[in-house]
């Protein structure tokens, strides 16, 4: 597939990679990237899968899970409702945050390396 | 869009707040209402057409575009982020979500909205994890981004296997519920509705490839979300635009009550002080077993990342911002999708009642075209039939959308992984390559449809979470450890994605999903050894062909395998992911550990800049 890169990215040797992965703006990016990734999408799993497990062990009427809070709508409703709104909140936060940071860095980053 | 999307949602809350001063009353009927399963034919029939118009013109112009391989697998990569949203969205959700979900939870209230939760979660997966990463080193398939610094020719060859092993199962799944479907809502017989799929589909990706696919699934998004959209409208009008009445509603309906305590907990006479209505808002009616739920969940959640046509979605956008947008977008639309069907399915629960949705048909599929007919006809009969036909047209135009991303998905994986890549090793010209791309896309589509023909009389249900829990196993952990971690290698990839493959087949031959004559043949005996425990003479009519029918189904089953032979299940999970998903990551892990390759970690550096900084692939997409 090398030969449908542009020149400029052809002609990049391996140590060339080797040369911005060791530029400290890369360090910054790789770093800033794995701790909100990893951070938001093991919290996010996590917190998922609290929900098959409460609902697998919720089946008694008067469990904390089946506890009635507005009118007929239980405590597992909202737990179950609240799965999506933390996946649409953690989507947009991700956004916001990539256009803010990650995107940033990356831009000065080619920027620096006269790459863009 | 957007403020449409805005106002929809301002009057929901509005109506909410309105809702409470809404003195509630009830909807007393004086039994289950009899319902006509039929929608009316030719205005549904003319329906389908206008689909088939519009979606062969966009064939026609699509056509056009279509000259090299990078217009056929990938748009040339000039589908916006707004627009692939939509697609995504239309990819991802099938006719199961949209007349399953609601039936289920017509059926069996909280589990039937538990059940998507994890088809929701997954695209936090798709968004944090793969989707930018995947397009900065990919090209068209899930081949590229795993061969990037490991051999191609056994990398390649075993993500065509997986790919197309998830693709086929799902496919058959899909042709098989295409089928049924429309014999149960319009009366085509199955033979012709599965053909009639097949040859549309067969033109829209042969015709048109990725540029046709693409808008197919836009306008089923639309479709979709438009039609659920007014549904559920339609559904809140009649509780005053106040959601929670409707889960007095579900509450305090006595047909409910009578369901759940009589179908779900087989109690002749109501028990003191219990609250049965309330019991169809908690979990634990449909799905029963704790780590099969477990199991479904991760397959679900971690699966969707790994299926070979979401990730192609991803090399149809320019850069990985655009990507990025499409996520978003597409977790917009599901979980509003996802959301609404609560609205749809309780709504079918209070309105038809679960006794007259099993009446029409016993998995609850017709719970939303039924639905729709009820809540027009309370207009004029007319609008009735006509809002059962637009949904009998939404389900028709979901079909068409996910059958051919999935065949683009699996004819990429034959030409581009296989013909091009291993057999010309990537000197193939453009035109050969397309040529290539056709016949394998027309070829995948025939296969579909003999395989909807073979398996008829069988139960695919299983086939899904199957799909699911091998793009789990295989494809996401290989995919993931050659993206970030350095010492992944070809035999790492390899052995991951075999593992993870055929595990979960294998797990699924020896599941409780296959057939074991010998159980059938001790329920049968139990039949029959309690009515004949009975005195001959008060055997009702109905009792006495019960037992006729279950000497018969024993002397038949008694003797019987599985398919393999056995007589019982050897692994008690319906779902295999709680097994094959570990199973595949630690092969995956191991193999590349035992086998390491020096040129492979060398090459990781050019790997993780490009895949974390998109460097060279605007070049790469240009061209």
């Keep these: 597939m090398t030969q449908q890169f542009n020149n400029n990215v052809s002609t990049m040797t391996r140590d060339d990679w080797g040369v911005i992965a060791r530029n400290p703006k890369f360090q910054e990016l790789h770093r800033r990237k794995a701790a909100f990734l990893i951070g938001w999408w093991l919290f996010s799993t996590l917190f998922y899968f609290c929900l098959p497990i409460a609902a697998g062990y919720a089946t008694d009427q008067g469990s904390l899970f089946n506890k009635q809070i507005i009118g007929h709508v239980s405590l597992g409703y909202l737990f179950a409702l609240s799965q999506y709104a933390l996946c649409l909140i953690i989507a947009l936060y991700y956004a916001y945050w990539a256009n803010k940071t990650s995107d940033r860095i990356t831009k000065e980053l080619l920027s620096e390396l006269k790459m863009t | 869009m957007k403020k449409l999307c805005s106002i929809i949602i301002l009057a929901l809350c509005m109506g909410a707040v309105a809702g409470f001063w809404i003195p509630a009353d009830t909807f007393a009927q004086a039994g289950p209402p009899q319902l006509q399963a039929k929608a009316n034919k030719a205005l549904t029939m003319g329906m389908f057409l206008v689909i088939i118009a519009i979606t062969l013109y966009i064939v026609y112009w699509a056509a056009g575009k279509t000259r090299t391989a990078a217009d056929f697998y990938a748009a040339k990569s000039s589908i916006t982020g707004y627009q692939n949203g939509w697609a995504i969205a239309g990819d991802y959700m099938s006719a199961a979500t949209f007349l399953g979900m609601a039936g289920l939870i017509s059926l069996n209230g909280f589990d039937g909205f538990l059940y998507p939760t994890g088809w929701m979660v997954a695209f936090v997966t798709v968004l944090l994890v793969m989707a930018e990463p995947c397009r900065n080193s990919g090209k068209y398939t899930m081949g590229d981004v795993l061969c990037f610094r490991s051999s191609p020719k056994p990398v390649r060859a075993c993500a065509a296997i997986s790919t197309l092993c998830v693709s086929t199962f799902y496919l058959t799944a899909q042709m098989v519920g295409a089928g049924k479907l429309m014999e149960l809502l319009v009366g085509i017989p199955y033979s012709w509705s599965v053909v009639g799929v097949g040859a549309l589909i067969i033109i829209y990706v042969v015709f048109g490839g990725m540029i046709a696919t693409t808008w197919v699934q836009i306008i089923k998004a639309a479709l979709l979300v438009g039609g659920g959209v007014l549904i559920s ?134 719970a939303n075209p039924l639905l729709a007919r009820f809540l027009g006809g309370e207009f004029h009969p007319l609008i009735g039939d006509f809002l059962q036909a637009l949904v009998c047209a939404v389900a028709f135009a979901t079909i068409l959308a996910v059958v051919s991303g999935l065949v683009l998905a699996s004819s990429a994986a034959i030409a581009h992984d296989i013909y091009t890549s291993i057999i010309k090793e990537g000197k193939a010209e453009q035109a050969k390559q397309v040529k290539a791309a056709r016949i394998t896309a027309f070829v995948v589509g025939t296969v579909g449809v003999i395989l909807a023909f073979a398996a008829e009389r069988q139960n695919v249900a299983h086939l899904v979470a199957l799909a699911f829990a091998v793009a789990a196993a295989g494809n996401l952990p290989t995919v993931v450890l050659s993206l970030f971690w350095k010492r992944m290698n070809t035999a790492g990839i390899c052995a991951g994605l075999m593992v993870g493959t055929f595990l979960g087949i294998g797990l699924v031959l020896v599941s409780p999903n296959m057939q074991y004559p010998k159980l059938i043949a001790q329920a049968d005996l139990k039949i029959v050894q309690t009515l004949e425990k009975k005195d001959a003479t008060t055997l009702t009519e109905k009792e006495k062909g019960q037992l006729a029918n279950a000497k018969a189904s024993y002397e038949k089953n008694k003797d019987g395998t599985s398919v393999l032979g056995l007589d019982k299940p050897l692994f008690p999970l319906k779902v295999p992911a709680i097994v094959c998903i570990p199973a595949g990551l630690l092969a995956a892990i191991i193999f590349a550990l035992l086998f390491p390759s020096k040129r492979e970690e060398d090459a990781f550096d050019e790997l993780y800049v490009r895949q974390n900084t998109g460097i060279g692939v605007a070049a790469a997409v240009g061209h």
């Design chain 2, 233 to 366: 409208i339609l559904v809140l009008a009649k509780m005053g635009f106040n959601p929670l009445r409707l889960f007095d509603e579900v509450a305090n309906s006595s047909f409910i009550q009578d369901w759940v305590r009589v179908k779900h907990m087989n109690q002749a006479v109501a028990q003191e002080g219990f609250d049965y209505g309330q019991r169809f808002l908690e979990p634990g009616l449909f799905l029963k077993n704790v780590w099969d739920q477990i199991s479904l969940g991760m397959a679900t959640c971690l699966g969707t990342a790994g299926m070979p046509h979401i990730l192609m979605r991803f090399f149809t956008v320019p850069n990985a911002q655009e990507a990025r947008k499409s996520v978003v977008i597409a977790m917009f639309l599901i979980a509003t999708f996802f959301i609404l069907t609560t609205v749809m399915g309780f709504g079918a629960a209070v309105f038809l009642t679960p006794q007259g949705i099993v009446a029409v048909d016993a998995s609850g599929n017709m």
